[in-house]
């Protein structure tokens, strides 16, 4: 009886979690309970069922659920280190907000890197599992990407205006706190015995949501600067810099690899080819420069460069391209740029983002208080 009962608050809070702008749809297996069952124990999942997405006070709380402060306070900060609510101050008051799967449950397990590893251990095949039973469609399988790339700033023409919100360097400077941890795509893929050999401590984070991270234990503080030059060390490593696709201000940017990056199997494994926004850039060829060596071809995460090795010059198929610049740091005859595209994407401010990818589930608003 009491298993059965453990599976249904399991699977409440999978409910729960699933009215979220990225959401975490059923399986058949049911791996996504099993994953609940290790982050957060009875007590717990009975309490996050209740819990807002957004900000929240302990007496907010007290008052919905009719428990105490105390006894919520103490499962709250306990909650808080384990890596599944959000704490932080404003204005001398503490708030709280549960963590969705993304950004949230699914990475801050792997964020701390090797010091976490027992966890890691225990998590990867079940997120493995995950991934490919249904997590990459709901990443994918939608009309509003999530994600949208960063090009490399020094990738882009001399003669073309950066957008604002597509600037990583001002993006990176507007915000007052930064944290380094570690990519969980690429952590779940080396315990699955699969991934790719590119550095794991270069995944960034800002705001009140990296002063959590480094609060708990699950990033490391850097500045401004030094998180500039990780952004520089991952695209000479052919990481693709990502973000939410919004004008910001931001709260985190991915340096993703297409071997490992979920958002990045959504679109070679479950073919989703929308699930990354491109940007206001595409890929261009001088093929009066090109040697066609094709060493572009290699690094592009989307195979949107042909060449023939030899002998043709390298061609972008422009549709396909993020604009990443990848291409760009590494082309020996320096024949390759980003240019601006016609097709601009649409990125919207914040508010209207998750109203997107919430409409693109039909879900509403309000399930996120």
């Known amino acids: 009886m009491h298993h059965s009962h453990h599976l249904e608050i399991y699977e409440k809070l999978r409910e729960k979690l699933d009215k979220a702008p990225v959401g975490m749809p059923k399986t058949l297996s049911g791996v996504e309970r099993e994953i609940l069952s290790v982050l957060f124990n009875e007590e717990e999942a009975k309490i996050a069922v209740n819990m807002p997405f957004i900000p929240f006070t302990v007496e907010q709380l007290a008052e919905k659920t009719g428990k105490s402060s105390e006894y919520l306070e103490k499962i709250l900060n306990e909650m808080a280190r384990k890596g599944t609510v959000w704490k932080g101050e404003r204005d001398g008051k503490t708030y709280y907000r549960l963590f969705p799967t993304v950004v949230g449950l ?11 590893e027992a966890m890691q251990r225990k998590l990867a095949p079940l997120f493995w599992k995950y991934h490919k039973e249904g997590f990459l469609h709901e990443l994918g399988d939608r009309k509003h990407a999530v994600m949208r790339a960063l090009p490399e700033r020094d990738a882009i023409s001399e003669k073309t205006e950066i957008l604002p919100y597509e600037d990583a360097v001002r993006l990176v400077k507007e915000r007052d706190y930064h944290a380094v941890g570690y990519c969980a795509c690429r952590i ?4 699955n015995g699969e991934g790719c050999r590119h550095s794991l401590e270069n995944c960034l984070h800002f705001g009140s949501l990296a002063k ?39 709260s985190t940017i991915c340096n993703c690899c297409s071997d490992c990056c979920a958002f990045f199997r959504a679109v070679h494994e479950a ?11 595409v890929a261009s060829v001088d093929t009066g420069k090109c040697i066609a060596c094709g060493i572009c071809a290699l690094r592009c995460p989307m195979k949107a460069v042909k060449v023939k090795i030899n002998r043709e010059p390298a061609s972008v198929i422009a549709d396909k ?5 990848v291409c760009v740091p590494t082309c020996p005859a320096e024949a390759i740029e980003l240019v601006e595209r016609e097709d601009k994407p649409d990125i919207p401010d914040h508010r209207t983002y998750i109203l997107q990818l919430l409409e693109d589930r039909g879900k509403d608003f309000s399930a996120l208080l």
């Open 212 to 250: 959590y991270m480094v609060e708990h234990g699950y990033a490391r503080r850097i500045s401004a600067d030094e998180a500039i030059e990780i952004l520089r060390r991952a695209n000479r490593e052919g990481l693709v810099h990502t973000t939410e696709r919004s004008q910001g201000p931001i």
């Open 188 to 191: 779940i893929s080396r315990l």
């Open 271 to 281: 073919k989703h080819p929308n699930t990354i926004a491109h940007s206001s850039y």
């Open 321 to 325: 391209c993020l604009g990443c610049g």
């Open 106 to 116: 699914s990475e801050m397990q792997f964020l701390p890197g090797p010091k976490n």
